[in-house]
């Protein structure tokens, strides 16, 4: 477990942000997973809410996988995961204009450095 603590502890600056001072859309991905995996879920989704998303869908997938098993009846998986894709993608933008917004038009900084 050490070793993936030092991993995720590893923190690369953004080029994006670097060279622009704007958050990128993937802004905030790797302190969600951190904040995640200490079980601050409130913190994970302000930090980017496509990794609870995420989550959630796998979570899903697995429950009506299994389900279309038991119930022997099959389902059509590949229009709801693209409806999935999209909505992350959906998730993504919102959340980049959004954090984008607050940041010039605010002055909110909604990517605290973790502690």
């Not at 995720?8 to 080029?15: F, V």
């Not at 302000?46 to 022997?72: A, D």
Request: charged share 20%; with cysteine; proline share 4%.
């Amino acid at each position: 477990m050490n070793w993936l603590k030092k991993l995720l502890g590893l923190g690369l600056p953004c080029m994006f942000n670097t060279l622009t001072g704007l958050y990128c859309p993937g802004c905030g991905g790797t302190r969600a997973v951190r904040s995640l995996l200490r079980e601050d879920l409130r913190m994970s989704f302000q930090y980017h809410p496509l990794v609870l998303y995420t989550v959630f869908v796998i979570i899903l997938e697995i429950i009506l996988r299994f389900l279309s098993r038991c119930f022997k009846r099959p389902m059509d998986h590949n229009k709801r995961v693209r409806f999935f894709i999209l909505t992350g993608a959906a998730v993504v933008v919102v959340n980049w204009i959004f954090k984008n917004y607050m940041l010039v038009i605010k002055g909110v900084d909604l990517l605290p450095v973790m502690k």
